[in-house]
Antibody
Framework: QVQLLQRGAGLLKPSETLSLNCGIY????????WSWIRQPPGKGLEWIGE???????DYTPSLKSRITISVDTSMNQVSLRLTSVTAADTAVYYC??????????WGQGTQVTVSS | QSALTQPASVSGSPGQSITISCTGT?????????VSWYQQHPGKAPKLIIY???DRPSGVSYRFSGSKSGNTASLTISGLQAEDEADYYC??????????FGGGTKLTVL
């Protein structure tokens, strides 16, 4: 059964860069898209981008200038980088595997707080 | 891309049935049969419970069912149990080649 385990820093200052990793264990890496989805406090889910095994990416338009998602197939790992963070980027960030048109499973989530 | 519209909260007594709506547009929910639903307990990651409008993943109770009419999808939970108390989110593929979710519905089992 595939498991997604997330790592990364949770407290940032405005203008810093958010970096999160998502390791894929117990399942195939290829043939899927690997997505990042965030959830601001008390709010709904927001898809922010995804990548496939070949490095092809799609990003939500509102973050396109600040976001980079990359993949390390040798380590079965997907990374998220978001530059110039502000308080509006405070959220729980999840990685998730996209199979066809749904997301399953999800990582455990990482609380990211942006505060001066 | 605007979020899909869900009621903020619904409630029901054990054994009853409830339905949660998810309203989008002709560019997302109405355009494709790619609506999925997720259950999220407090402090936990979302869990897939319905995909492609009405299909259930292995291991998900038959009490969960999904449907769609026009731009509105629905999740029905029958035979409510205390463990069903959670937040529920719908999601859909969009014609912009992106993904959109609803704002979430808090289900309270009375």
């Amino acid at each position: 059964q595939v498991q997604l385990l997330q790592r990364g820093a949770g407290l940032l200052k405005p203008s810093e860069t958010l970096s999160l990793n998502c390791g894929i264990y117990g399942g195939s890496f290829s043939g899927y898209y690997w997505s990042w989805i965030r959830q601001p406090p008390g709010k709904g889910l927001e898809w922010i981008g995804e990548i496939n095994q070949s490095g092809g990416t799609d990003y939500t338009p509102s973050l396109k200038s600040r976001i980079t998602i990359s993949v390390d197939t040798s380590m079965n790992q997907v990374s998220l980088r978001l530059t110039s963070v502000t308080a509006a980027d405070t959220a729980v960030y999840y990685c998730a595997r996209r199979t066809a048109k749904w997301f399953d499973p999800w990582g455990q989530g990482t609380q990211v707080t942006v505060s001066s | 891309q605007s979020a899909l519209t869900q009621p903020a909260s619904v409630s029901g007594s054990p054994g009853q049935s409830i339905t949660i709506s998810c309203t989008g547009t002709s560019s997302d929910v109405g355009a494709y049969n790619y609506v999925s639903w997720y259950q999220q307990h407090p402090g936990k990651a979302p869990k897939l419970i319905i995909y492609e409008v009405s299909d259930r993943p292995s291991g998900v109770s038959y009490r969960f069912s999904g449907s769609k009419s026009g731009n509105t999808a629905s999740l029905t939970i029958s035979g409510l149990q205390a463990e069903d108390e959670a937040d529920y989110y719908c999601g859909s593929y969009t014609s912009s080649l992106t993904w959109v979710f609803g704002g979430g519905t808090k289900l309270t089992v009375l």
